[in-house]
T-cell receptor, first 113, second 115 residues
Framework: NAGVTQTPKFRVLKTGQSMTLLCAQDMNHEYMYWYRQDPGMGLRLIHYSVGEGTTAKGEVPDGYNVSRLKKQNFLLGLESAAPSQTSVYFCASSYDIGDTEAFFGQGTRLTVV | AQKITQTQPGMFVQEKEAVTLDCTYD???????LFWYKQPSSGEMIFLIY??????QNATEGRYSLNFQKARKSANLVISASQLGDSAMYFC????????????FGKGTKLSVKP
């Protein structure tokens, strides 16, 4: 059972470079989320999607873009990486956020130098 | 706007004792969900327990129970009979009601279980 898969697991970027993080889920979930986790800050919601073709901003959306062209995939893009975007990124998905838990990927550790 | 507050950055508990991790929330939605997740040092996020805003009884899952006090807007996690493997970060989270679809987390509490 794959569940939620994040690609890549580790990445080092130079300031100004761009990259895309891929999140794929095989559970037919409607809701998908991207978070960043920084020490002492918990998980902060970057963007989320309530269904294919929809996206919405979370708490810390600046510097990131997302797309949900297919129901099973949620992409997080960094157009011009900055050292402040050094973090661990988690993707999650849920069938119905009202009363079911979210399933998380293993995380992506991104370092911007 | 929704908000989750966890005021205990770190907690210690003796093995086999019970411990309560605090969580307060703020929302104007009448319908919402409250969750607790565990994050061990390996980094994965593990779902522990869920409480719906309309649930009359406190949720329980094995050694975990959620002390839900709606009027006080608190959703504390109680772990009974602590084990060494309970040492981890614990996050309280809240989902928005209706079609909002967002799921927000508190800053977490680091629990350390002493032998």
């Amino acid at each position: 059972n794959a569940g939620v898969t994040q690609t890549p697991k580790f990445r080092v970027l130079k300031t100004g470079q761009s990259m895309t993080l891929l999140c794929a889920q095989d559970m037919n979930h409607e809701y998908m989320y991207w978070y960043r986790q920084d020490p002492g800050m918990g998980l902060r919601l970057i963007h989320y999607s309530v269904g294919e073709g929809t996206t919405a901003k979370g708490e810390v959306p600046d510097g990131y873009n997302v797309s949900r062209l297919k129901k099973q995939n949620f992409l997080l893009g960094l157009e011009s990486a900055a050292p402040s975007q050094t973090s661990v990124y988690f993707c999650a998905s849920s069938y119905d956020i009202g009363d079911t838990e979210a399933f998380f990927g293993q995380g992506t550790r991104l370092t911007v130098v | 706007a929704q908000k989750i507050t966890q005021t205990q950055p770190g907690m210690f508990v003796q093995e086999k004792e019970a411990v309560t991790l605090d969580c307060t929330y703020d929302t104007s939605d009448p319908s919402y969900g409250l969750f607790w997740y565990k994050q061990p040092s390996s980094g994965e996020m593990i779902f522990l327990i869920y409480q719906g805003s309309y649930d009359q009884q406190n949720a329980t899952e094995g050694r975990y129970s959620l002390n839900f006090q709606k009027a006080r807007k608190s959703a504390n996690l109680v772990i009974s009979a602590s084990q060494l493997g309970d040492s981890a970060m614990y996050f309280c989270a809240m989902s928005g009601g209706g079609s909002q679809g967002n799921l927000i987390f508190g800053k977490g509490t680091k629990l350390s279980v002493k032998p």
